[in-house]
């Protein structure tokens, strides 16, 4: 069953953040969100050498995060069921994973209830009867090549669908908890919240 409203210590967390300050301009409304908070998140667990994976690298445009992450020495494996970026692979991160141990992951998949991002076989945001299994999928997916102490960047806001509200930030959350992960901070850029977790095990 899914667990949408968040424990009060994660509320208190959340009310008590950071906020990340705006800079490179986004589409907020088309589910996009603020690339500074891979600038604080790869600044702060990243390093020379290290290999992160992003799943979901969007469908809308130019990839950012593949520039933040290479001018840390990060060496970004950005993959997308239907990227307009080149430097982006196509691959459905629902059945396929990269092929090598990764130190860290953004996880900023489309949020649900929003309008079909492509018409791609596979496309998790043409399926929102089974989103939410599709993403326990990616996590398993992430949970078998990330390397103990690395951390995850899960990213997500509150939505209200057919009158129904989801806490993703939550829910994308409680997917690593579930796997062992803990959350070690939390930071907010409205209206995303952005929650950081460590594999212990």
Request: glycine share 8%.
């Amino acid at each position: 069953m899914l667990e949408n409203m968040p424990p009060m210590w994660f509320v208190k967390m959340q009310k008590e953040c950071p906020s990340v300050p705006e800079g490179i301009p986004y589409v907020r409304h088309l589910g996009e969100f603020n690339p500074n908070i891979v600038r604080v998140f790869v600044d702060k667990y990243g390093a020379k050498g290290m290999v992160f994976w992003e799943p979901f690298a969007g469908h809308l445009g130019l990839n950012h995060t593949i520039e933040i992450c290479a001018t840390h020495g990060v060496r970004l494996i950005a993959c997308d069921i239907a990227s307009c970026d080149e430097r982006v692979i196509r691959a459905n991160s629902i059945s396929t994973r990269p092929s090598e141990p990764i130190d860290g992951m953004i996880f900023h998949p489309p949020y649900y209830g929003s309008a079909p991002m492509s018409n791609v076989e596979g496309e998790i945001s043409l399926d929102y009867d089974n989103y939410f299994g599709n993403l326990e999928m990616v996590a398993d997916n992430a949970d078998m090549i990330m390397k103990v102490g690395s951390h995850v960047c899960s990213v997500g806001r509150t939505l209200t669908v057919e009158g129904d509200k989801y806490r993703l930030d939550w829910i994308f959350a409680k997917l690593f908890i579930d796997r062992g992960y803990e959350v070690v901070d939390v930071f907010g850029s409205m209206p995303d919240c952005v929650v950081i977790l460590e594999k212990k095990r």
